[in-house]
């Protein structure tokens, strides 16, 4: 054991050197030590290739009806791209357009785009508005149309990032939705609501 920790003593600290450092003492280097300076050099390159391609985006890009089809249908493979349809005229879109903005920079490996959308889509119904669409190779893997499946007026940012997660285009922290338990309150309102028609109700029948 002893002979092994002063081995492993006697090993360069290639982490704490420079290109520098390095290459002035390449020439003390033996094999040993040579062998190990190129497995070390080959995981840093590979780490900052992952980097640089983790960090590719980071925005959330403004682009035109024109550019749809190479920036997002043709997008490079196994890449989710998240493209938001909107008008300036509506204040949702805008709403969306800041959460958007927020999640690109949390993401960056994702692609976020925007685009105004009659550059896209002419003719189309302000009650679809706002319109996400999620693709991933060409095809459409989730979509939200309108302030309802948007997430409603009140749409709060963890609550975007929640639906975005679940259809797969990034990689949420939240444990759990962010919006759990709302729509049981308002079945159970409903229920009551209910209940409390029926036994009045029920109470103007015997009356009569």
């Known amino acids: 054991m002893v002979l092994r920790l002063q081995k492993e003593a006697m ?25 190990a300076l190129e497995t ?11 980097l640089i391609k983790k960090q590719k985006f980071g925005e959330l890009r403004e682009i035109s009806g024109n550019q749809y089809v190479n920036e997002v249908t043709n997008a490079e493979k196994d890449l989710w ?17 800041q959460h958007l903005s927020l999640l690109a920079r949390k ?37 939200f ?15 975007l990032e929640w639906k975005l997660s679940e259809v797969g285009a990034i990689q949420t922290d939240l444990e759990e939705n962010p919006k759990k338990g709302i729509p ?3 079945i159970s309102s409903i229920r009551n609501t209910s209940i409390h028609d029926s036994d009045s109700s029920n109470s103007d029948n015997e009356t009569k």
């Open 11 to 35: 090993v360069k600290p290639y982490e704490k050197m420079t290109l520098a450092q390095l290459k002035e003492g390449e020439d003390e280097f033996d094999e040993e030590d040579i062998k």
């Open 107 to 143: 993401f960056p490996e994702t692609k976020f785009v925007k685009a105004i959308v009659n550059s896209c889509i002419q003719h189309y119904h302000d009650n679809c508005l706002p319109t996400i669409f999620v693709y991933k190779n060409g095809q459409i893997e989730g979509q």
């Open 81 to 97: 791209v998240i493209i938001h349809l909107y008008r300036t005229s509506i204040p949702m879109c805008l709403l969306v357009n």
């Open 184 to 186: 049981d309150v308002m």
């Open 40 to 50: 070390y050099r080959e995981k840093r390159l590979q780490e900052w290739k992952a």
């Open 145 to 159: 149309i309108g302030v309802i499946e948007c997430g409603g007026i009140n749409l709060k940012l963890e609550e």
